[in-house]
């Protein structure tokens, strides 16, 4: 059975940091590419981040670039996303995905249920 579980998220100040994590199970994770995606209220979902299977080639949405990075263990089959200077506008359930390439959510198989990352002061 395939899992993705999000873990890490909560309460962040701005400019603070977080690393959320997304442990996979029931599939070989250098196999997939694995995204990370995020909703705040009222919002639609956007990509925030993907790291290929290939070649381990990452992607940033412009909002992020700079802040956050995401890498993968695939000894642990865990992928992160670590979270640099956040600000208010972070704020969303981030949701890591598995998927056959890093072209958007149409391309992602698999998903966890969420993580819940808010900033504030």
């Known amino acids: 059975q395939v899992r993705l579980v999000e873990s890490g998220g909560g309460l962040v100040q701005p400019g603070g940091s977080l690393k959320l994590s997304c442990t996979t199970s029931?599939?070989?994770?250098?196999?997939?590419?694995i995204g990370w995606f995020r909703q705040a209220p009222g919002k639609e979902r956007e990509g925030v981040s993907c790291?290929?299977?290939?070649?381990?080639?990452?992607y940033y949405t412009d909002s992020v670039k700079g802040r956050f990075t995401i890498s993968r263990d695939n000894a642990h089959n865990t992928v992160f996303l670590q979270m640099s200077s956040p600000n208010p506008e972070d704020t969303a359930v981030y949701y890591c995905a598995a998927g056959t390439g890093c072209s958007g959510p149409s391309t992602m198989k698999y998903w966890g249920k969420g993580t819940l990352v808010f900033v504030s002061p």
């Open positions: 029931g599939f070989i994770l250098d196999s997939w590419a």
């Open positions: 790291i290929s299977y290939s070649d381990s080639a990452t």
